[in-house]
């Protein structure tokens, strides 16, 4: 089944959890316009938390969710508040959620569990996850190893629930791929960046659109880290000292508050300016509703191309 069959939704595009940026306006915001939006909790406390899913439940009617980011020092507390508010459903990203399934299950929360792995796939199967989301590699911010192209189709022979396709999606043509891998749905980040109703600093999404293909470089690998961002000052900085071996210590030195610089002061020099592959493919800012439609119609176009590659192979 197609995911917006599945959620009760107008098309079948999640909405990335962004830390400091997907707040409960954005969500609503994306749920308004036809998606899943879903609040970040990833910088959030739990009190942080319970305020954003009571506000989004005030600005829009329609279904929308939770992520809680793993590595969070609040995640447990976080899901205490997420099950007692009650949403329709729950993603989970930088790590294994498997601690907390049965509480969701109980609250009768959707558990969507990002995944970077065939293995992490089957054990949230196993554990009552409702679907995944199949994450590869050219998403921005926390990365796995796979590409999307790899991982998916090895996800989906893999496991009998629904699979959502994330990372290097940003148009009609990667929702097709999508699709054609086996995905019921797409999960989408970096595209929406741009959105008028995006609350960034106006020089980050004028980095999105400036960034070229080869413009964004995973951090942190050699500290289990690994997170994609603009290639910028810092960037450049931290890689070479990850390549001097450097503790973990003295890099995070580096990144301390860097979501935060890069989001609100706009510091696209030394801020942690997470942004997805795609972002090579961004041309302009939009308001919300206008890149969710232009997705879904450049979607159609590209099926009806299809059909001609089809005539001409018979
Ligand atoms: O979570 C994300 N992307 C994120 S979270 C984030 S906040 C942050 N801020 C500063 C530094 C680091 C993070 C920014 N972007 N995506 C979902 C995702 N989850 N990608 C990969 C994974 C993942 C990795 C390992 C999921 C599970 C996993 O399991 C390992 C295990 O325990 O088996």
Do not use: W
């Not at 989301?133 to 926390?142: D, F, K, P, T, Y």
Request: include cysteine; proline fraction near 4%.
């Amino acid at each position: 089944m197609v995911l917006n069959k599945l959620l009760n939704i107008k098309y079948p595009i999640i909405q990335g959890a962004m830390a400091n940026i997907a707040t409960a306006q954005f969500a609503a915001c994306v749920s308004n316009c036809g998606g899943l939006g879903i609040i970040a909790t990833g910088s959030m406390n739990p009190e942080q938390t319970r305020e954003e899913i009571q506000k989004c439940k005030q600005l829009t009617n329609k279904p929308f969710g939770v992520n809680v980011m793993l590595m969070n020092p609040y995640a447990k507390e976080i899901v205490d508040v997420i099950c007692e508010e009650g949403v329709l459903v729950v993603t989970t990203g930088a790590g294994n959620p498997g601690a907390y399934m049965t509480q969701f299950k109980e609250a009768g929360i959707k558990v969507f569990p990002v995944v970077p792995s065939v293995g992490l796939a089957k054990r949230m199967e196993r554990a009552g996850a409702d679907a995944l989301i199949v994450e590869g590699g050219e998403s921005g911010g926390h990365v796995g190893e796979m590409t999307t192209m790899a991982l998916l189709p090895q996800v989906v022979d893999a496991v009998n629930i629904p699979v959502i396709a994330a990372g290097g999606i940003g148009d009609g043509r990667g929702m097709m791929a999508a699709f054609a891998l086996g995905a019921c749905g797409v999960q989408v980040g970096t595209c929406l960046l741009v959105a008028d109703e995006c609350p960034i600093h106006e020089n980050y999404k004028d980095a999105v659109i400036k960034a070229r293909d080869t413009d964004t470089v995973v951090t942190g690998k050699s500290v289990n880290t690994p997170v994609r961002i603009l290639k910028n000052q810092m960037a450049r900085e931290y890689l070479k000292l990850e390549g001097q071996f450097e503790s973990r210590e003295e890099l995070e030195k580096l990144t301390l508050g860097g979501l935060r610089k890069a989001v609100q002061d706009g510091d696209m020099k030394t801020g942690s300016v997470m942004m997805g592959q795609i972002a090579g493919m961004i041309q302009k800012k939009q308001p919300m509703q206008q890149i969710l439609d232009d997705l879904m119609s450049s979607l159609k176009d590209v099926y009806s191309q299809f059909n001609h590659i089809m005539e001409e192979l018979s």
